[in-house]
């Protein structure tokens, strides 16, 4: 199958095309995914490093299984247990890495633009994990796909992104791929937690009135208040925020009946949810979130390195 990239770092280097293509892949491995044995070929023979120099429970562990259930080999490492620690440079890692004739380097790192220097320092395939309050453009992907499985079409359908809109690595993907699909977007939080330019991102709305926008809302997708990296922001007391901003039982009216609730996780429940809509049964789709990182994240690894046509088959 020809997919003409070779990184994934930045999501406005894809079109709706590549887009898709990934979410169709994606739900092929789904199918994958529900079988007694949950590994293909595809990968077979193909190192990809998994350089995490930040804390990751859900990116971490299904970037691995992902690549375990498409046969790669994988080398984990990171943090305190680099050389940077020694103070090798970025560069000099990258090198060493090289020199093992990998062919994909998967990276979570606390600085904006570290996926993109490796990428220029690097013949093998990157895959941007997250990079400080910049993008993650695979959790954005996961989010597509569990949206599309609910509604189907991206056409028209208005999504509300709730809470730590300026400090948040997952709007730096997300905003610009739901306009790519052809969604409406709403930023809806506190004026302190928002960016100096919210236009940047490219969402048709800004709202402080969290009531007022779930009337319209076909998605509601909550955000975690980001603390490691509020540096000092402005920042109202959290029982304040859950106040007005949370998404509570007594807030459910004011939904549509059919919209349902996204979040990236980790959630701090009394603070953006209260547990009845955490766990409600009908509008909650965040462990189908977890569940679609899998197949997410295979589906672009297997593009990116262009695996083998019978992988799913096999």
Known sequence: MAFNHKHLIDITEYSDTDIMT??????????????????????????IVNMFNEPSTRTRSSFELAEKRLSADSLNFGG????????????????????????????????????????????????????????????????????????????????????????????????????IMGAEVTLIGPGTLMPARPDV??????????????????????LRIQ????????FPSLREYHQLFGLTKEREKFMKPDAIICHPGPINRGVEFDSYMADHPQR?????????????RMAAMYLLLGGADNGLDS
């Open 22 to 47: 990934i979410l169709e892949t994606a739900k092929a491995f789904h199918e994958v995914n529900q079988r007694a044995i949950k590994k293909v070929p595809t990968l077979k023979g193909k190192t």
């Open 80 to 179: 305190s247990s680099t050389a940077t620690v020694k103070g090798e440079s970025l560069i000099d890692t990258v090198a060493t890495l090289n020199s093992y004739k990998i062919d994909m380097v998967v990276v979570r790192d606390k600085h904006a633009g570290a996926p993109h220097i490796i990428s220029q320092h690097t013949p093998a395939c990157v895959i941007d994990a997250g990079d400080g309050k910049h993008q993650h453009p695979t959790q954005a992907l996961l989010d597509l796909y569990t949206i599309w499985q609910h509604k189907q079409s991206f056409d028209g359908l208005k999504v509300g992104i709730v809470g730590d809109i300026g400090h948040s690595r997952v709007c730096g993907s997300l905003v610009p791929a739901l306009k």
């Open 201 to 222: 991102l490219g969402a048709d709305h800004v709202t402080a009135d969290l009531d007022a926008a779930l009337t319209e809302l076909d998605v509601v997708y909550m």
């Open 227 to 234: 603390r490691e990296r509020l540096e000092g922001a402005p």
């Open 284 to 296: 909650s789709v965040i462990l189908e979130q977890v569940y679609a990182g899998i197949c997410v």
